[in-house]
């Protein structure tokens, strides 16, 4: 019988020796795949979930330093126990060794258990990410975002209720190499459409059913996009000289000339190009007449140097070509010196243009010098200034001189105040020195033009 005890409590110590060992390595592996799977998964939300981390770090140190504090026990254990295995042999009292060993035997598979199953929770935690992470850093919650203009956005964006819970957790590299991320992108919001979709594009060239179509449109419409595009679309189409008669038997002119009362600097504009390009037939000329002093009007008081300002002095332009309907802006002479001299270089071609339609109407000369103008208007004599400008002021005065010897003006300079254009230009004697100082101008086109002029003094 003493031989069979002892066999046994060596079969017994075989068994828990082997146990032991088998726990070291599933502890060891545990903690090895739980720590991977944490790296893993961790790396693409490291910036956002700095306090889950923080969280379920405290809780893997915490695990990582029980396992150790068990693997300490077991490997104590294990050593108790070949040391009894080993005075087995040698000492008669192995009946007392082996029943302790049997009696550590429970707690110890208790122990390893608990440890199991506190991993394993913590591993599926991370690995199955849902709706809710831990319980001290808050809940995680999905919120409809807003769209954004322009497509930006969109999606539902996780938003963060609860206190955030300390910095990230210890032990983590920042210079550890990110795992390439699986999550789907957001996807941009749908860009926003009108109502209503144009038609026609707006370099089309159109028929009179389509342009009548057009008309309908803009005079319908309340929206300033439609009426911006429709306006433009009629102004290229304009530019085709069996359009501008089209137009004008479609009634179209007196739909788009409505547009100058609007408030909008924009429509305003786009009406004024419309209506220039259809000012280049005669026919039409005759029906814009009537609103050519509202357009020369806001024209005047509008921003200087503006879009709308620059449309409508091309508009009053192209309607003072011909002789016929000047008179009707013989009153805004004293603005459009004025506006001569305060314009920028674009202003300043544009209302000199207009000017010399004036100044190639003899009927229209009396009026012209009899008004006030800046005696700084006679910097414009300057070299400093490039050719264009130079060729117009030079044109300007070349008229109205042959204009007041044709008209025989000179003789009546009572008539005429020291602040007249007449005073400025002919009685002052500056503007001669002026032109005198040009004819030695490097532009050999500028030098031409002041020979000429001043061969007719």
């Not at 969280?55 to 254990?77: C, I, W, Y």
């Not at 594009?201 to 911006?228: H, M, S, W, Y």
């Not at 501008?244 to 408030?263: D, F, H, S, V, Y």
């Not at 000012?279 to 005759?286: D, F």
Request: aromatic content about 6%; some cysteine.
């Amino acid at each position: 019988m003493g031989r069979t005890r002892e066999a046994g409590c060596v079969a017994a110590g075989v068994v828990i020796g082997a146990g032991a060992c088998y726990c070291m390595y599933r502890l060891t592996w545990g903690r090895d795949e739980s720590q991977k799977m944490w790296e893993d998964n961790d790396d693409d939300d490291d910036d956002e979930e700095s306090s889950d981390t923080a969280e379920t770090g405290a809780q893997m140190g915490k695990g990582t330093s029980a396992g150790v504090g068990a693997g300490a026990r077991l490997q104590r254990d294990s050593k108790a126990k070949a040391e009894v295995s080993v005075e087995l042999k040698s000492s008669p009292d192995v009946k007392v060794e082996a029943h302790s060993c049997a009696l550590n035997r429970g707690s110890l598979e208790a122990k390893a258990k608990a440890l199991f199953s506190t991993l394993k929770e913590q591993a599926s935690a991370k690995a199955g990410r849902g709706a809710r992470l831990g319980t001290i850093s808050g809940t995680r919650t999905l919120a409809q975002s807003l769209p954004f203009p322009g497509g930006r956005g969109g999606g539902c964006h996780p938003t963060r209720s609860g206190a955030r819970a300390g910095n990230k957790a210890s032990g983590k590299s920042k210079g550890r190499a990110r795992a390439k991320s699986t999550r789907t992108p957001a996807t941009s919001w749908p860009v926003r459409k009108g109502k209503f979709n144009f038609p026609y594009k707006i370099d089309d060239i159109l028929g009179a059913t389509d342009l009548q179509r057009v008309l309908n449109i803009l005079e319908r419409t309340n929206d300033p996009f439609i009426q911006e595009v429709a306006l433009v679309t009629l102004g290229n189409n304009a530019a085709y000289s069996f359009n501008q008669n089209a137009i004008r038997e479609l009634g179209g002119l007196p739909i788009i000339a409505k547009m100058i009362k609007t408030k909008d600097p924009i429509i305003r504009e786009k009406a004024y190009n419309a209506l220039n390009n259809l000012s280049v037939n005669a026919e039409n000329q005759g029906k814009i007449k009537i609103y050519i002093s509202q357009v020369c009007d806001d024209t005047m008081i509008c921003h200087l140097d503006s879009a709308v300002q620059m449309a409508g002095l091309r508009l009053l332009t192209n309607m003072t070509v011909t002789n016929h309907y000047q008179h009707l802006l013989s009153y805004s002479f004293p603005d459009f010196f004025a506006l001569l001299f305060l314009g920028n270089y674009f202003t300043k071609i544009q209302i000199m243009k207009l000017i010399i339609n004036f100044t190639e109407n003899p009927a229209m000369t009396r009026e012209l010098v009899s008004c006030k103008v800046p005696s700084e208007l006679i910097s414009l004599f300057n070299k400093e200034w490039d050719r264009e400008i130079l060729l117009n002021i030079l044109t300007l005065f070349e008229n109205i001189n042959d204009n007041i010897k044709n008209e025989g003006l000179a003789s009546s300079r009572k008539e005429f105040s020291r602040s007249s254009l007449f005073f400025l230009f002919k009685e002052s004697g500056v503007c001669v020195k002026k032109i005198k100082a040009l004819a030695n101008h490097s532009d050999l086109v500028v030098k031409v033009k002041v020979l000429k002029v001043l061969t007719k003094l």
